[in-house]
């Protein structure tokens, strides 16, 4: 009986003396919100600038310190996205510097390193002040920056995404947009250079947004000035760049706008000019604006569906060079753009 009590207590003691297991804990969520701002998880994607300078934010907020711009064409890598209090997209760069308001680009595809060709070494003078970037795009670092009237050699050519050719310079690893080059050789391997030749122009635009002006024609140029929205400047000559764009060169002599993001508030005295007479039949390939003179400064009469066909008896070029045709119902002018 005795041993019975003692195996008893020994039992007990043992049991007191086990220690307590705690439930387990399952794993806890924490959100984490902001009024009025949303964020969206991870992301990454490509994206072209469809604006000259748009502004890099500290923040996802028009409100944010600027740390730097971008120029119209540039292609960046998106890895975040945040939508502000206003339903604003905004992006955060790859590089690090910063977030843009996505409203102000495109989808981009990726640049691709697949098109490269090698090529012997040939010469090519700068035409404007011109950034040196790791990597064959728009997209990638810059690492130094060539001032006009340099002469580089160039060892081998890519094209970008956009069939912009590229070219590396010899002994190093750095890449500048053949554009705006020209070969010292006669090599056929350079892109297009800037036009040189201008057109002499008068006449008053209205900035239809906040425009960077430029030192030349081109984005490739460096930014002197910037024009806030509905700032009204005189124009005095006209180039186009290396895309077809049109500036137009200040009267007070500070530099060149991009015409794109203007609306003609006068009309230049050349449109008054009478036009040369013809006589031919044109098929409208969308629906298009007939205007009550040679130029998009002038009020709209009525419009013409896609298809329509109509006579021409008469031809003007406007101040940026489009021809435009006369309607034989005496109606107005089309674009036969």
Partial sequence: MNKQRIAAGALSAMLLAAPVLAAPVSAVQVHAAT???T??????????VTV???NIRKSASANSSITGSLDEGAVIKIVETKKDSRGNTWGRLDSGKGWVNLKYTSSAKTQSSDSGESTSAYSVKVNCRLNVRSGAGSSYDIINTLKTGAVVKIDQTKKDSRGNKWGRIAGSTGWVNLKYTSTTTGDSNTAGTQNQSGTAASYTVKVTTDLNVRSGVGTGNSVVTTLSKNTKVSIVEEKKDSRGNTWGKLSDGKGWINLKYTTKTTQQ??????GSSVSYTVSVTTDLNVR???GTGNSIVKTLSKNAKVTIVEEKKDSRGNTWGKLSDGRGWINLK
């Fill in 35 to 37: 009024p009025g701002i």
């Fill in 39 to 48: 964020f969206s998880a991870p992301t990454t994607s490509s994206v072209t």
């Fill in 52 to 54: 000259d300078g748009l």
């Fill in 269 to 274: 005295a050349a449109q008054q000019q009478s």
């Fill in 292 to 294: 009550s003179g040679a």
